[in-house]
């Protein structure tokens, strides 16, 4: 793909993007719906803490697990 097709292919996408974010509605999440009972909200440390910490914690762990229960017997780096 050349230059000129790349730009244009980056200008489509961007002005489709602004547009799109230009015609859409607003949420309406202001107006409260009959038996909305929400709870308190989060504090800052919460937020990181649930929403990066938690999923980062996971992962390493789900990572962790996967290396120790690998049970090939090959050696790291070598094809059979």
């Known amino acids: 793909m050349d230059k000129k097709n790349a730009l244009r292919a ?3 996408a961007a002005g489709t993007t602004l547009m799109m ?3 859409s509605s607003p949420a309406l999440a202001v107006m409260r719906d009959d038996g909305d009972d929400p709870g ?4 800052v440390a ?3 803490g649930l929403f990066v910490a ?3 914690g996971l992962f390493l ?3 962790g697990l996967v290396m120790v229960l690998d049970k090939s017997d090959r050696p790291s780096g070598k094809r059979a």
Request: charged share 5%.
């Open 61 to 63: 762990i789900i990572a």
């Open 21 to 23: 974010l230009l015609m």
């Open 40 to 43: 308190p909200g989060l504090s």
């Open 46 to 48: 919460e937020t990181l």
């Open 54 to 56: 938690a999923p980062i």
């Open 10 to 12: 980056g200008a489509v």
